[in-house]
């Protein structure tokens, strides 16, 4: 079953064959539900085997922001003053602010970017992609506001896995990662040895 094939099921037939994969590989606890529905709809168009469907959600619960800030295609942001653009995203989510703009889903998200894009003074890709790098721990990947509110209901709902078949890592232990990134060290030692800079064993998936 390739992904035109895929792709022109209906939407319930979709939901329910990745949702029944999902749960028989241990990636979720249910195979239906709210977060099966609208993580089916984010990834949709980036399965082109049913058999991809496990790798979509475990990269989109995924967070390698180390081997992201280590890799040539990382230095150009972790060089445009990224570790300022870290101080002020824990400060926001330290006050409750981050957290807030979550629970009010998609509009409450795209206010707060558009508030600590003028906060910063930063717009378009200057903006984006820190907050992308930071957040999600990849340079690339589905709509950023859509994958954090599904990581952030994921953190809370209880739908998926444990972290050891997964992968997930959560808004919660992501913020606990960047608060412990030796910025000095990631700016030293990215041209010369990325094992250096280690991340907190802890949350490594």
Not at 32 to 46: T, W
Not at 135 to 163: F, N, Q, R
């Amino acid at each position: 079953m390739n992904g035109q094939h895929l792709r022109s099921l209906p939407s319930e037939k979709l939901t329910e064959l990745i949702g029944e994969l999902w749960k028989s590989t241990g990636m979720v606890a249910e195979s239906k539900g709210s977060f099966v529905e609208e993580a089916v709809q984010l990834l949709k168009d980036g399965i082109d085997l049913i058999t991809d469907a496990d790798n979509a959600l475990s990269s989109l619960l995924s967070y390698p922001l180390y081997s992201t800030l280590s890799s040539p295609e990382g230095k150009p942001v972790l060089e445009d003053k990224l570790s300022e653009v870290a101080a002020s995203l824990l400060s926001a989510y330290d006050s409750g602010e981050f957290t807030n703009a979550l629970e009010e889903g998609s509009s409450g998200w795209q206010k707060w970017v558009k508030n600590f894009g003028k906060a910063l003074k930063r717009k378009g890709k200057s903006l984006f992609m820190p907050l992308r790098v930071l957040l999600t721990g990849k340079l690339h990947g589905p709509d950023m506001g859509a994958g954090l509110l599904l990581v952030y209901k994921a953190g809370i709902c209880g739908e998926v896995a444990p972290a050891s078949h997964s992968g997930f890592v959560t808004l919660d232990e992501r913020f606990n990662i960047l608060r412990q990134v030796d910025w000095d060290s990631l700016n030293k030692n990215d041209d010369d040895n990325p094992a250096n800079v280690k991340p907190a064993t802890a949350h490594v998936c």
